[in-house]
């Protein structure tokens, strides 16, 4: 099975700061790595899709990019309502594992 | 508008079993790959299981293997997990999650609100 590491596990930033998470595969998955956002209580949310694609009606602030086995996602410009926890995902080979998580906090 | 709704969670005591739906509406239901992942109390993620859109095709998390049964009625528009011998480690909210893809490319874009199974004496 694939193993996805996120890094870090969590953060503290500031409203208007630049982000970005890393994730790992333990072997290459070419461009199949998804992000999501999840807010406490909630279903997550499909933020990026095949490494780079932005989900419809997701903001652009948001980008994904990597590939082989080295994922980023970065948030331009961190807006309030960014503050959640982040998942990637590899949908190169069943199962589709999930990394850890990133808790994005505020500072 | 997609809408997926779980039910069917509850308290279970160890070595019982529950039976999970997911009503599906606002898409064509038979068309599309379905999964069920879990999240333990303020843990991660864990994808669980995969039923193909006729139901042919069907893999599990080891993690459940020979203990989950995923299945799907396309005609009554739902999901199904029928969850046997369940352990304390079970205990987690459990949702349902439509399967697209562009191309190559498989991901989860719509969820369902997850309904939350308990196992506990």
């Known amino acids: 099975d694939i193993q996805m590491t996120q890094s870090p596990s969590s953060l503290s930033a500031s409203v208007g700061d630049r982000v970005t998470i890393t994730c790992r595969a333990s072997?290459?998955?070419?461009?199949?790595l998804n992000w999501y956002q999840q807010k406490p209580g909630k279903a997550p949310k499909l933020l990026i899709y095949?490494?780079?694609s932005l989900q419809s009606g997701v903001p652009s602030r948001f980008s994904g990019s990597g590939s082989g086995t080295d994922f980023t996602l970065t948030i331009s410009s961190l807006q309030p309502e960014d503050f959640a926890t982040y998942y990637c995902?590899?949908?190169?080979?069943?199962?589709?594992?999930f990394g850890q998580g990133t808790k994005l906090e505020i500072k | 508008e997609v809408q997926l709704v779980e039910s069917g969670g509850g308290l279970v005591q160890p070595g019982g079993s529950l039976r999970l739906s997911c009503a599906a509406s606002?898409?064509?239901?038979?068309?599309?790959?379905m999964n069920w992942v879990r999240q333990a109390p303020g843990k991660g993620l864990e994808w669980v299981s995969y039923?193909?859109?006729?139901?042919?095709?069907?893999y599990y998390a080891d993690s459940v293997k020979g203990r989950f049964t995923i299945s799907r009625d396309n005609a009554k528009n739902s999901l199904y997990l029928q969850m046997n011998s369940l352990r304390a480690e079970d205990t987690a909210v459990y949702y349902c999650?439509?399967?697209?893809?562009?191309?190559?490319?498989?991901?989860?874009?719509?969820w369902g609100q997850g309904t939350l199974v308990t196992v506990s004496s």
């Open positions: 999650a439509r399967e697209a893809a562009a191309g190559t490319f498989l991901f989860f874009d719509y």
């Open positions: 606002g898409f064509t239901f038979s068309s599309y790959e």
């Open positions: 039923i193909s859109s006729s139901g042919s095709t069907i």
């Open positions: 072997q290459s998955i070419s461009s199949y």
């Open positions: 095949a490494a780079s």
């Open positions: 995902q590899q949908s190169y080979s069943t199962p589709h594992s």
